[in-house]
């Protein structure tokens, strides 16, 4: 009997040991199941940092665009301006120049048919007085006929000459009103470069060069 107790004790003894190993074993796994775990989590917040901030980076460098964009499109819409004003006043001096070109057309025909009638009453003046068929009121009255021919010519005359300066006085006028008005944009430019933005006809401390429409031709 006490074999058989000896026996069950050692038996007890044994399949305790084997427990208790299988415990140590056991802990063991699950210590390396939460260091595993640990790193995996370690691992996912650095990706996670990492990806916040390249979505940080890649925000700005929207962000960035989209400013950078918003002040390309108000240069490009104060360029436009800027050109529509210049064509606005090529226009307006267009018009002026073919108004004056209509007038000054009209004032030749009249010019022209004036200087033909003078021309036919000088001829009957001189065909009357070498032939002394026509009475002196008869010649009076050709000679007043052209001395209002001849007064009428000279005021068609100064008329075209009149023309002729009001046109290049208007060329005169809108040139330099162009030529002030681009030296103020130069000046904007300028204020807008020193702030770092850079202007539309300066950039990079360089004048651009613009071309200028044609000027209408007389």
Do not use: C, F
């Not at 004056?100 to 021309?119: I, Y």
């Not at 068929?133 to 000679?143: F, Y």
């Amino acid at each position: 009997m006490k074999i058989v107790i000896a026996i069950l004790i050692v038996a007890l003894g044994v399949l305790g040991l084997m427990y208790y190993q299988q415990g140590q074993d056991t802990q063991k796994q699950l210590e390396a199941a939460r260091e595993e775990a640990r790193a995996a989590a370690a691992e996912v917040a650095t990706v996670k940092t990492q990806t916040t901030a390249h979505i940080t980076d890649l925000q700005q460098s929207v962000t960035s665009l989209d400013a950078e964009k918003v002040k390309s499109e108000a240069r490009v819409g104060e360029l436009q301006q800027r050109l529509a004003a210049v064509e606005r006043d090529l226009q307006d001096e267009k018009t002026k120049l073919t108004d004056l070109e209509t007038q000054k057309g009209n004032v030749q025909a009249q010019l022209s048919t004036v200087s033909d009638q003078l021309a036919s009453v000088k001829q009957q003046l001189t065909t009357l007085q070498r032939t002394h068929q026509a009475t002196e009121a008869e010649l009076g009255t050709l000679h007043e006929r052209e001395e209002a021919l001849q007064l009428e010519k000279a005021s068609l005359e100064r008329q075209l000459n009149d023309l002729d300066a009001l046109k290049n006085q208007i060329r005169l006028v809108k040139r330099q009103l162009r030529e002030k008005k681009i030296a103020e944009w130069k000046h904007q430019d300028q204020l807008a470069a020193a702030k770092g933005n850079n202007g539309l006809l300066l950039k990079n401390g360089q004048w651009q060069t613009a071309v200028v429409p044609t000027r209408p031709s007389s």
